[in-house]
Antibody, heavy 118, light 108 residues
């Protein structure tokens, strides 16, 4: 059974850096083709794809957020970490991590709501 | 960068009816790497279809995906009460792997 769970702060202040961790089980991020990505959803709005890291370390980012985003993996801990710098109230959203093959999000975490407010 | 446009924005139908949801890409989707997701309030999205037409594990047969190139369709043959939700398409043929803006399927 594949499971993913997001963890991190629920409240951050403007200009701060957000660090979210996705802890997963049921698959290996060393298996060819596998990737773990991050998607967010502002309240009442659509899904927004953020970033993805593949089994071989290849990384992909949303062009509109690339200068603020970083994604990394720790295969020994079965974790993927997303960092978003210079947080703004418009970054308030539920952040999801998801696992899949070749970029499709086949399995999702439950999501974590992050609010940006002073 | 591939941009996906979903239509209609809202679809009002009754249980038992057939639903047809559209997803149009601004350029051809590589290898027809197009997925559909269903999202219910307060829940994470769930994968329905990948590769434009392959149902994910456990997805009922009333859900079917079709299309190629720039035009894709998700069809729900006979709506069940639990099918009323928001549906998103996503292309994963070339990064960034963007989503469409969603179609809300509501009970008429």
């Amino acid at each position: 059974q594949i499971t993913l769970k997001e963890s991190g702060p629920t409240l951050v202040k403007p200009t701060q850096t957000l660090t979210l961790t996705c802890t997963f089980s049921g698959f290996s991020l060393t298996t060819s083709g596998v990737g773990v990505g991050w998607i967010r959803q502002p309240p009442g709005k659509a899904l927004e794809w953020l970033a993805l890291i593949y089994w071989d370390g290849d990384k992909r980012y949303s062009p509109s957020l690339k200068s603020r985003l970083a994604i990394a993996k720790d295969t020994s801990k079965n974790q993927v970490v997303l960092t978003l710098i210079n947080m703004d109230p418009v970054d308030t959203a539920t952040y999801y991590c998801a696992h899949g093959d070749r970029g499709v999000a086949a399995n999702w975490g439950q999501g974590t709501l992050v609010t940006v407010s002073s | 960068e591939v941009v996906l446009t979903q239509s209609p924005g809202t679809l009002s139908l009754s249980p038992g009816e057939r639903a047809t949801l559209s997803c149009r890409a601004s350029q051809s989707v590589n290898s027809n790497f197009l997925a559909w997701y269903q999202q219910k309030p307060g829940q994470a999205p769930r994968l329905l279809v990948s590769g434009a037409s392959s149902r994910a594990t456990g997805i009922p047969g009333r859900f079917s995906g079709s299309g190629s190139g720039t035009d894709f369709t998700l069809t729900i043959s006979r709506l069940e009460p639990e099918d009323f939700a928001v549906y998103y398409c996503q292309q994963y043929g070339s990064p960034p792997y963007a989503f469409g803006q969603g179609t809300k399927l509501e009970i008429k």
